[in-house]
């Protein structure tokens, strides 16, 4: 093929202008970042490429044939060169001689590493075969929508036979079975009894095709998933509406009440292990989950197993009337949570063999409310968004196969073959789900648990939301990157959105594009307080620990401290951390997790001075505050503090002029040519002599300290003010 033929949904993204300056690998790498960029090709992670190229064996410098396929756990879109694995393709070829049947398979995937070219450290995936024993020389197997919606459909087969008539193929059809030799074989028998064979659809998964060049198996793939999208548009403009059309409108508040509902879902989630949340409201989910048929097509859950791997066996689906009253929601989901744990826990005892990995979280990733929308989650951001997408991607499997009309729907269902009969399989409005067995052995795999189990360990922070006021500058900055470092995500609350961006995009260098978002915030104003919250929960699906920075010290030019001046120190270092707390609960009460909050007091709380009282005694008041509100909301959260000395490096607190003021006040001389850190510099060096260590407080430090004590590493602590003074004799407490 070597013009585009016509297509009406894609496009043609190869530019022969880069292509001609690529070498054969990176033309496999190109291609395969043009298929992923398009998740109406195939969904993030999901797929494979490969190519046969010929290369010098190092060690006897003939040229041999080496398989290039994506390695295990990559991703199309964003693969590099160093992310296939390379494997003599005689090797892998020659495995069909020790393969000792279905029951046996596994086993060859222990002899890929013995197969690898070169010094590659990189997994070859359980579809490795796959591509080995297709004869093409460049072979692409994704996941579209379109070519998944035809492979799930009860005539299925009849359909892509038809399709074949129309559009002048020789797709051939093979039923379910799990990736891995098997299918390998399935494969390669499918080829050789069908001589001219272009493609491949595998039963209730995806879709094989190729070409003997990077160029002709790129443009025969993105040729043959547009043309079955056409083929599914023109029978869905016959079929009329979608799942059975409208049961439910959607709510009018559905915002609000999703900011409402997303603390307890995420709570009631997380029992287990806390999961980070992202909501969705397209068309596409509303139209689903609004929809007469949405309930059973949700029971029946996915097909394609990299759908599943993240959705679990199903989602869970909220019987909810959008026109009754909100206050009933919460009970609903709690009713069909507990509905959804007690059928897991099914399901696992009805497949699970000796062997069997323990049952892991029965909670559901995936959350389907009428009127509302669609709450997914996963243990970062990333993968709670992608797992709504992987979502998304399943309704759309659904509605393509609904399509399709159904009444010739045969008596034995094409999916169905060695792996599983048609009794193993579940029909809904010809859509056909992957039976919960084979759901099983995919879930359960032995293969899949060795994977998670190489996965890094997570960090401290990981699934944690931490949102942090006065995060913009000083100690608050500190502890947004600290967080970062540590694996939380972030909401960054200061007076300045602007500056909040700064340091969120700081957070993200180190802990990832999604890990940090920005906030205004004013908090003397509750208002100001419920929408960084609702950013909060927006963002992420709640709150484990909120962070306080924020103060003010009061000063004038005379010394003299004006009674507004008293008052707003008092407002802004006492009154607004209650109002924070008092705001906050009422994201902590319905999530119902463990949490905790570290509020900023200082060694002046205890510490008398002639000059600042209106700041010490705002602090003082603001220590006791802490003890106050640990007791009054025990057990569920923890309130803690820290009481450093004068920080004087990266605070707002020390312009110019007051640190100025204050070398002056302690005869310490300096000039004025010098720069604002080198004044700073002298000053923090004056106040550290007065201590015990002699060291200046540094806002690191006192970022370490909030969140050790606001972490889980202190679970137990709560109450309490933790010094970060350097050992200030005066500020002992008596």
């Known amino acids: 093929m070597a013009d585009t033929p016509k297509l009406r949904f894609l496009e043609d993204r190869w530019d022969d202008a880069v292509a001609s300056k690529l070498d054969a690998p990176e033309l496999l790498r190109y291609r395969s970042n043009l298929l992923g960029s398009d998740l109406r090709l195939t969904n993030f992670g999901g797929g494979n490429t490969s190519s046969k190229l010929d290369q010098v064996d190092p060690l006897d410098g003939q040229s041999k044939k080496v398989l290039w396929v994506k390695g295990s756990g990559g991703d199309l879109g964003s693969i590099k060169r160093a992310g296939f694995a390379t494997l003599y393709l005689d090797k892998v070829l020659a495995l069909e001689n020790t393969y000792r049947g279905v029951e046996f398979e596994d086993e060859i995937v ?75 074989m399935m494969l390669k028998k499918a080829v050789e009894s069908n001589p001219g064979c272009d493609g491949i659809v595998l039963g209730g998964h995806g879709l094989f095709t190729w070409g003997d060049t990077q160029r002709e198996s790129y443009l025969n ?93 199903r989602p869970l689906f909220v019987e909810w009337d959008p026109s009754s009253e909100v206050k009933d929601l919460e009970a609903k989901f709690a009713e069909a949570l507990e509905t959804y744990r007690a059928e897991y826990a099914e399901y696992y005892k009805a497949h699970a063999l000796p062997e069997s990995p323990a049952m892991r979280d029965a909670s559901p990733t995936v959350v389907l409310v009428p009127g509302v929308g669609m709450f997914s989650f996963g243990k970062n951001k990333a993968e709670s968004r992608i797992t709504g997408e992987f979502y998304t991607n399943a309704i759309h499997v659904m509605e393509g196969a609904g399509s399709l009309d159904g009444n010739d729907c045969p008596a034995i269902l094409p999916q169905a073959g060695p792996a599983a009969p048609t009794s193993a399989f579940a029909v809904h409005q010809n859509y056909v789900a992957l039976p919960p067995s084979e759901a099983f ?153 463990p949490s905790s909050v570290v509020l900023t007091s200082s060694a002046n709380a205890v510490v008398a001075k002639k000059g600042s009282e209106a700041y010490d005694v705002s602090k003082a008041a603001l220590s006791h505050l802490v003890r ?36 002056s006040k302690y005869e310490i001389p300096f000039e004025e040519a010098e720069s604002d850190d080198e004044l700073r510099n002298k000053l923090a060096t004056f106040y550290a002599r007065r201590t015990l260590t002699h060291v200046p407080i540094d806002p690191k430090d006192c970022a370490e300290a909030i969140l050790f004590i606001g972490g889980p590493k202190a679970p137990v602590t709560t109450g309490h003010l933790i010094p970060v003074d350097g050992g200030l004799v005066e500020a002992f407490l008596r």
């Not at 609000?256 to 949340?277: C, D, E, F, N």
């Not at 509303?286 to 949405?294: E, I, K, R, T, Y």
């Not at 009481?643 to 707002?652: L, Y």
Request: charged share 20%; glycine share 8%; proline share 5%.
């Open 110 to 184: 222990g002899m890929y590493p013995l197969c690898t070219f070169g010094l590659n450290p990189v997994a070859a995936s359980i579809d490795t075969p796959l591509h080995a024993f297709l004869p093409a020389a460049h072979v692409d197997h994704l996941h579209p929508d379109w070519g998944i919606a035809l492979a799930a459909s009860a005539n299925g087969k009849l359909k892509m036979e038809e399709f074949n008539k129309e559009f002048g193929h020789k797709i051939v059809w093979l039923p379910w079975q799990r990736p891995g030799f098997e299918l390998a």
């Open 221 to 313: 793939t993105i040729t043959i998933i547009d043309q079955i999208g056409q083929f599914l548009a023109r029978h869905a403009e016959k079929k009329g509406p979608s799942f059975g059309g409208a049961k439910y409108a959607t709510h009018a508040e559905r915002a609000a009440i999703a900011t409402k509902l997303m603390p307890i879902i995420r709570g009631g989630v997380s029992k287990k292990l806390r999961s980070i949340g992202t909501f969705t409201d397209s068309a596409d989910v509303l139209a689903f989950v609004n929809s007469h048929s949405a309930k059973q097509l949700a029971h029946l859950g996915t097909s394609c197993p990299d759908h599943f791997i993240r959705t679990k066996i």
């Open 441 to 593: 052995r995919i879930e359960y795999w032995a293969l899949e648990e060795a994977k998670i189990r190489r996965q890094p360990p997570e960090k401290e922070l990981s699934r944690r939301v931490v949102l942090v006021v006065g995060g913009a500058s000083g100690i608050g900055r500190e502890v947004v990157l600290l967080a970062a470092e540590r694996g939380a995500h972030i909401v960054v609350a200061d007076l300045s959105q602007e500056a909040a961006q700064k340091v969120a995009d700081e957070a993200k260098v180190i802990g990832g594009k999604e890990c940090a978002v920005a906030t205004a915030i004013d908090i003397r104003k509750r208002d100001m307080i419920k929408s960084a919250l609702d950013a909060a929960v927006a963002a992420f699906g709640g709150v484990d620990l909120l962070i306080n920075t924020a103060a003010i010290f009061p000063s004038s030019p005379d010394g003299i401290i004006t009674d507004a001046q008293w008052a707003l120190t008092l407002e802004i270092n006492v009154t607004a951390n209650y109002l924070l707390t008092d705001e906050a609960i009422k994201v902590f009460k319905p999530q119902a997790l």
């Open 628 to 663: 106050e509100l640990a007791v009054t909301y025990s057990p569920l959260l923890r309130v803690n503090g820290i009481m450093p000395a004068t920080v004087v490096k990266g605070s707002t607190m020390f312009p110019r002029d007051r640190v100025k003021a204050s070398l």
